[in-house]
């Protein structure tokens, strides 16, 4: 009999039941555990069995990741099915994986897949109807780019935790553990099986515009006992942690979105710098490494970014670190991995060096032709393929999609956003608020010395799912705890007329607090600073993104670190300042002089307290 389960819209929906799915999918077992990464015969010879019966077409999309747009399977809004017609050429979910016979979905934001837990849930339970509805229909794995801090796709009403260089800040093997299992437990909860978190490199670079505060840290070793605590939360929620960017993006200066970076780390460097959170992760039994569209020649002279590297991947990866687990690419829509090929070479490239999924492609039918074409001409073989669907059907058996492919409304509730999940994000982000500067004992500040503060600073983009903006965050939290605080956004580059307008605000206020956000040289939030300073009243900053901001701005006699300007991390910040929690982050990362980069302004572990 077929069970029911009640959608967000009150609507109730038939979804086949366990023994149905079984039979539509060969009677795989879900005896393999999560984390292992040798299967047992007997498992990996049913799996076998069902590859054997799979056309060449159904192989291929095994191996593809792909987007589509819409909050349902079926019945996405018209601009959704706009999108999809204009770049995969389907109208909907289902028809993409009609059409493609794809192994995962991802999910995005901007991609309108995740409006509420519960829309969530129903999308993915429609996505895998429609995959087991097919002719031999396996269960999909959906996938999101879950790392919290300022990547983060699910957001409220979900637990948002703070980003990887707080929890390095924080330096809690026990708190990263804790974030990756309820992170895991509610992105099961909504169907999302894979997350492509942690972020496994290492930031040796202030200048790296793409991972910074992404990353645990600058210490090898920290950063590889957090990976590995992270997985293991994951693990025990049955959700598989992703490990990037493989062989590690901490030491670049330019984002491989938009360009192709180069990494000059020689060997001996690789090994001791970018190695150890990889081979931690590996230890620990992580489920799936993301390639990284870089170039470090002393690991591969040829030129091709890592993800199209054999020497790397299947060299280095498979055969010197011993990971047999699976392998996916990042976006295949970044520049990176573009620069030197064109999309329909990328994807073949890619397998041959050693990938076993191929993660959003800029044009699917490009891509999955190109791969089929490459299997017909016999540049790649059938059985090259069988190797990575087995990888990536392991992964599905071990995360118990053959058995439960579907999520149900009550475990949303049950799971998604709970008082004790928040309270844990609140308390884990109390530890990793980083106290750099207090002269004179400024901070805490006194809510009968200082009653009324003025909120003023950079106002970026609120990171996904959280309720922003940073000032009228900071704002709310110090009144609730006091104080009489307003607001005022001044933006990431203030204009003279905007730093007079918050000047002349200052003069009504007791305090100042000012959010900074990737302070240079010459920017302007240093003159804003300089004229709050110049006005007599005290200043307190807090860093919103980067730490290195505090070397820019030497006068400010009271500087913190929040690493994010997420809820969580802002909150957690303003309870430091009113002082109802004791600052206790030491910094992940070090500070060099703004004057002088050689040389070291707040070493690594730095940190204050009251």
């Known amino acids: 009999m077929p069970h029911t389960s009640t959608t967000s819209a009150g609507n109730t929906a038939t979804t086949p039941s366990r023994r149905t799915v079984l039979a539509a999918t060969a009677g795989v077992t879900a005896a393999l555990t999560i984390g292992q990464t040798t299967a047992h015969a007997d498992d990996d010879k049913s799996l076998r069995k069902l590859i054997s019966r799979m056309t060449l077409e159904e192989k291929v999309g095994q191996l593809f990741v792909s987007r589509v747009y819409g909050h349902s399977a079926t019945a996405p809004d018209q601009a959704d099915i706009d999108a999809n017609l204009k770049e995969l050429g389907v109208r909907t979910a289902a028809e993409l994986l009609a059409k493609y016979r794809l192994g995962g979905i991802i999910y995005f934001t901007w991609a309108h897949n995740t409006r509420t837990p519960h829309q969530i849930a129903d999308l993915s339970n429609g996505i895998q109807k429609a995959s087991l509805d097919l002719p031999r229909g396996l269960p999909v794995l959906i996938s999101t780019d879950q790392e919290h801090g300022i990547v983060a796709r699910v957001g409220r009403p979900a637990t948002l935790f703070p980003g990887a260089m707080a929890v390095g800040a924080g330096g809690s093997r026990a708190d990263a553990r804790t974030l990756g299992r309820i992170a895991g437990e509610e992105l099961r909860a909504m169907g999302i099986r894979q997350d492509y978190s942690p972020v496994a490199d290492v930031n040796v670079n202030p200048a790296n515009p793409v991972i910074g505060v992404r990353s645990f840290g600058a210490d090898p070793d920290a950063v590889a006992g957090l990976v590995a605590a992270e997985v293991a939360g994951y693990q025990r929620a049955k959700v598989a942690a992703t490990a990037k960017h493989f062989p590690g993006h901490g030491d670049t200066e330019v984002d491989s979105h938009y360009g192709f970076p180069v990494i000059e780390h020689t060997r001996e460097q690789w090994g001791t710098l970018d190695a150890p959170p990889f081979r931690a992760a590996v230890r620990a039994g992580i489920d799936s490494i993301m390639t990284a569209h870089i170039m470090v020649p002393a690991l591969d002279p040829s030129g091709d970014p890592a993800t199209l590297s054999r020497p790397i991947l299947t060299g280095i990866l498979r055969e010197e670190l011993g990971y047999d687990g699976v392998v996916v690419t990042d976006s295949l829509g970044m520049q990176g991995v573009r620069t030197k090929y064109g999309d329909d070479r990328v994807p073949v490239l890619a397998l041959k060096a050693g990938v076993d999924q191929l993660l959003n492609p800029p044009k699917l039918d490009v891509a999955w032709n190109a791969v089929l074409r490459a299997v017909q001409d016999g540049e790649l073989t059938e059985e090259r393929l069988d190797e990575s669907i087995l990888r990536v059907l392991r992964l599905k058996a071990g995360l118990g999609l053959f058995e439960e492919p579907y999520v149900n409304a009550r475990c949303v509730d049950r799971t998604v956003g709970t008082k004790s999940h928040l309270a844990a994000a609140d308390r884990i982000a109390e530890r990793t608020t980083t106290l750099l500067v207090n002269e004179g004992g400024l901070l805490p500040l006194s809510r009968r010395e200082h009653p ?7 106002d970026p983009a609120s990171p996904s799912g959280t309720t922003g903006p940073p000032t009228g965050v900071l704002a709310t939290a110090l009144t609730e705890l006091g104080f ?54 005290p200043v307190v900053a807090v860093a919103v993104r980067n730490p290195y901001d505090v070397a820019q701005l030497p006068g400010v006699r009271g500087y913190l670190a929040s690493y994010s300007w997420t809820d969580v991390e802002l909150r957690a910040a303003a309870r430091v300042i009113a002082g109802t929690v004791r600052p206790r982050g030491k910094l992940p990362v070090p500070v060099q002089r703004a004057d002088d980069p050689a040389r070291v302004l707040y070493p690594l572990g730095h940190g204050l307290s009251y």
Not at 509 to 533: F, H, I, M, P
């Open 452 to 458: 009324k503060l003025l909120v003023v600073g950079a």
């Open 484 to 537: 009489t605080a307003t607001a005022l956004s001044t933006g990431t580059a203030p204009s003279p007329a905007t730093v007079d307008r918050a000047v002349a605000a200052a003069g009504d206020a007791d305090a100042v607090v000012v959010g900074t956000y990737n302070v240079t040289a010459t920017s302007s939030q240093k003159t804003l600073v300089e004229r709050l300073l110049a006005t007599g009243k």
